[in-house]
């Protein structure tokens, strides 16, 4: 048998032999095989109470070198995610297993059904299986708490309060304006030289004159006119403020018998041989002053120390001021610190007046007339746009989108006509009276899995706009993709739309986005008022931020 097998082999070429050598080695090697990932996901109850959470368990077996995309975000419509906990890795041998927990709950009473999640591994997609979720009532015991009817809705008043923006400008305002009232009119500044001499009673700043006027230069340099000149205006002024006579405009003579007069009527008690002395003085002074004389230096050293004992000696003759004048005297001062209020009153107000002058410049020439009006006397649209805003899911299947404020959900009733086509249908919206600002999503279940008709849809909104009194609609299409790429129709144009509970049209904006696919619709509609900048801005926000799911 041997012997025939060889013989046989033989009759063959050589590469049938090594043909049948190759298959021979290829035989020889055990097979290897990658096996298949496998998938089990469940929840710990099927049964919660509104509020309540479940734990959704997904868990995935396979290689090690596969790579494993969860579900991520609110896939679990119409069951909310409330967290997604971090995914659990065990690696044993050449197998590795992943586990995902996710916690969901739902906030009203019903039978859910919680749809079918995608695993996506190494790019091949694989399901779980959907499950059936109840969620109960809360139980009320009425027997020992007692049930009371729904209460009416009141109407609240807008808030009176100031915007906190405006606040802070008023606040920076008032703050600059302090300091710069204390630096300008409170601040105590120091005193310069003549300021404090200015302050000295009128005695002691004639007896200070005279005591520079005796270490000044003006003997020296023989400048005799200045130093005669100085020296009768130091006693001409003391005279005219201690004294009360009017000095500085009197000539020699002049001044001379008014102080004689004074002297009669008991009014300064001053002898007469200092009055003479004075009256040589200044007659001394005349000479030098428009006679060109030049007194010996001792003469005129004489000369000031006879004034000084003039200015002490008239101190001396000052009668005491009686009750009148004392009386007199208080008015006059009260009326100068009246005075001094006044003018500080006078320079807080014009600061007060040019600092808000100058803010209002400045806010204008950064942000623009219309803005700093709108800032500080409030604008509805502006408010929504600076305000906190709010990213969610609305409906199932979900349409994400971030908004000013959250979506309510609103009262849907299908009119008889499209209760055959639509199985479903959830509705959002948010509603600005102020600022005629409109956002509203819609997310509908069709009977039949089937496209949804955009055309139609468009037909029905636009019959819904003149329905409501809107005249005068303009209307484009075009084609719409969302950050993620998922493609829509956008409808878009303006019109005179109707004020709620009001006869009144204003020129307004409307733009409505339509998703879908077999067997669902979603869409989103915006209106707002023409020419208002910050709806503007509004809208691309929402437009930007908008998400939805392309498969149930």
Known sequence: MRNSVLFTIKKYSPH?????????????????????????????????????????????????????????GQTFSPLETVEA????????????????????????????????????????????????????NVAVDTTTQKMYDIKPIIKVEKSSSIPWVLI???????????????????????????????????????????KQLENSKYLIQDDYKSYYSELTDIVRSYLEEDVHVTALESTTD??????????????????????QQFKKVLQTSDLVKFAKSK?????????????????????????EPTEEELLQQEEYQEEIRHKNYRKKVMLTSIAAVLLLL??????????????????????????????????SDYGYPPVSIQTP????????????????AIKEMQAFAYRSATGLFTVATTSILLSQPEEPDYEKSSEQILRSFEAQGAKNITTKQEEFTTPTGVKGVKLYGSGKFAVPESDELVTGNYVVLFFGGKGFQQNLIISWLADDTYADKIVDRILYSVEVKTTL
């Open 295 to 319: 007194p010996e230096t001792s003469i005129a050293e004489e000369d000031r120390k006879s004034v000084e004992q003039i200015v002490i000696k008239t101190k001396e003759a000052i009668p």
């Open 168 to 210: 802070l400008w008023i606040l920076g305002i008032l703050l600059v304006l302090g300091a710069l009232l204390y630096w300008f009119v409170f601040r105590k500044k120091p005193l310069s030289d003549e300021e404090k001499v200015a302050l000295l009673p009128p005695f002691d700043r004639a007896i200070l004159g005279l």
């Open 85 to 136: 906990l971090k995914t659990d890795t065990v690696r044993k041998k050449d197998r590795l297993t992943l586990q995902k927990i996710y916690a969901l709950t739902q906030f009203d009473s019903g039978t859910y059904t919680l749809p079918s999640q995608m695993i996506e591994i190494n790019g091949k997609h694989f399901f779980t299986d959907s499950l059936v979720i109840n969620v109960a």
């Open 16 to 72: 049938l032999l090594r043909s049948i050598a190759i298959c021979l080695f290829l035989a020889s090697i055990p097979g290897f095989s990658q096996s298949l990932p496998t998938i089990k996901s469940g929840v710990d109850t099927t049964e919660i109470k509104i509020g309540e959470q479940i734990n959704f368990k997904v868990t995935v077996e396979t290689d090690t070198i596969s790579h494993v995309v969860f579900p991520d």
């Open 358 to 391: 100058l803010s209002g410049i400045a806010a204008v020439s950064y942000y623009g007339f219309d803005y700093a009006k709108d800032t500080v006397f409030g604008h509805p649209t502006k408010e929504l746009l600076e305000g906190d805003w709010v990213q």
């Open 405 to 420: 404020k959250v979506l309510l959900r609103q009262a849907v009733k299908l009119p008889p006509e499209s209760q055959a």
């Open 254 to 275: 002049q001044l001379i018998d008014k102080l004689e007069l004074m002297k009669d009527a008991g009014k300064l008690k001053l002898d007469h041989e200092t009055i």
